[in-house]
Nanobody
């Protein structure tokens, strides 16, 4: 059974930084992308950052130049470094992995439980 567990959320002042981490356990046969999404109250879930299996990255327009997605050497931990945080970054942040359990399984999304990030003075 695959589990994604986020950590690192919390309360930070505007202009501050936070680092989120997502630890993956369980086996996934093939991973096409790992990333972070967020959802603010009353809004739809949106892409924050994604790291594709080929090494390319993509960021939401509102976080470009401020956030950076990386993985640890073992590829089982995905990190999101968030700098110059703004109140509009306040949301629940979700870790995501896209992949399939076996060669015959369909591709699907795996989600963590989410971690709250609040940017406020």
């Amino acid at each position: 059974q695959v589990q994604l567990v986020e950590s690192g959320g919390g309360l930070v002042q505007p202009g501050g930084s936070l680092r989120l981490s997502c630890a993956r356990s369980g086996s996934i046969f093939s991973i096409t992308a790992v990333g972070w999404y967020r959802q603010a109250p009353g809004k739809e879930r949106e892409l924050v950052a994604v790291l594709n299996s080929g090494g390319s990255t993509d960021y939401g327009d509102s976080v470009k130049g401020r956030f950076t997605i990386t993985t640890d050497n073992d590829k089982n931990t995905v990190n999101l470094q968030m700098n110059s945080l703004k109140p509009v970054d306040t949301a629940v942040y979700y870790c995501n992995t896209k992949g399939r359990h076996s060669w015959s399984s369909p591709f699907r999304d795996y989600w963590g439980q989410g971690t709250q990030v609040t940017v406020s003075s």
